[in-house]
């Protein structure tokens, strides 16, 4: 009765985000622990490097707001380098090497493979909260938005491996019934953006992936884009409210199943 009446004063403050509504699909016990309890996680290397490639993307148009122009591939790398050693408790001492070299490497090249062809019109970090859609609060932190006249091109930048992304850029299939967690993170944009008072005059074109780390196979900087269809926002559409139901109905106590999954392992255990 207790834990029943704690959630349920969650859930008058519940928003959903596209991280929430991705890990409720995957598994409802994970949702519960990390997008309703939010139960405290130890910091890892794999997102502690993820945030200081953010940091140094997002300072690059600090920059260019404040200076008129982009700053140097030597200040873009400071700038990583600087969110690094404030965040090293995450790190062992020999990763923390491995991975400051590493972006060093990377971020050089992409910042060479990129900085000519960066639209300068652009809006980063953008917080869209308090959308209404079907009676359903939905909000969204986008990395950035690029502005075409009244056209706009939603970016979101990514680490990690190109090539084992490709799976979770798919549209629903038959081995993969909900689609990918990329597709869906560029439809539940869409449908962010059409709804929300500040955007909805713009069209939103398209939804671009830009991987920071070169591809496996090509060694190249590669980016993904997803078009959004109509049917593609039906399906997501239909996503939303059937989770928001189903988390409003307190249906987040029972697992995925799966053997590999660390939550509904840690709910047998214990």
């Not at 060479?112 to 019109?121: C, D, L, V």
């Not at 590669?222 to 559409?237: F, G, L, Q, R, T």
Request: with cysteine; hydrophobic share 35%; charged share 30%.
């Amino acid at each position: 009765i207790i834990e029943k009446d704690f959630v349920t004063r969650l859930l008058e403050k519940f928003v959903m985000n596209v991280t929430a509504l991705n890990n409720f699909l995957e598994c409802p016990l994970k949702f519960y622990y990390n997008n309703l309890i939010r139960i405290p996680s130890a910091k890892n290397e794999y997102t502690e490097f993820g945030s200081a490639v953010h940091h140094a993307l997002w300072r690059l148009f600090v920059k260019l707001e404040t200076a008129g122009g982009f700053p140097s591939k030597e200040e873009f790398i400071e700038d990583f380098k600087w969110y690094m050693y404030r965040h090293r408790e995450s790190f062992i001492q020999q990763v923390f090497e491995r991975r400051m070299e590493y972006g060093e490497t990377i971020l050089g090249e992409y910042y060479e493979a990129r900085i000519k062809g960066m639209h300068k019109k652009a809006k980063v970090e953008e917080t869209i909260e308090a959308v209404i859609f079907d009676d359903i609060l939905l909000k969204g932190k986008l990395d950035k938005i690029e502005f075409y006249d009244k056209n706009i091109i939603t970016v979101d930048y990514k680490t990690g491996s190109y090539d084992n992304a490709l799976k979770k850029l798919k549209q629903p299939n038959e081995k993969l019934p909900l689609g990918g967690d990329y597709w869906r993170q560029a439809v539940f944009y869409k449908i962010l953006l059409d709804n929300s008072v500040k955007y909805k005059t713009y069209n939103a074109q398209s939804i671009v992936f830009d991987f920071i780390e070169p591809a496996d196979k090509s060694n190249e900087y590669k980016k993904a884009e997803v078009v959004v269809s109509n049917d593609d926002i039906e399906i997501v559409k239909q996503q939303i409210k059937l989770s928001w139901e189903k988390i409003q109905n307190h249906e987040f106590y029972t697992g995925c199943g799966n053997p590999d999954c660390n939550y509904c392992n840690f709910v047998k255990l214990n």
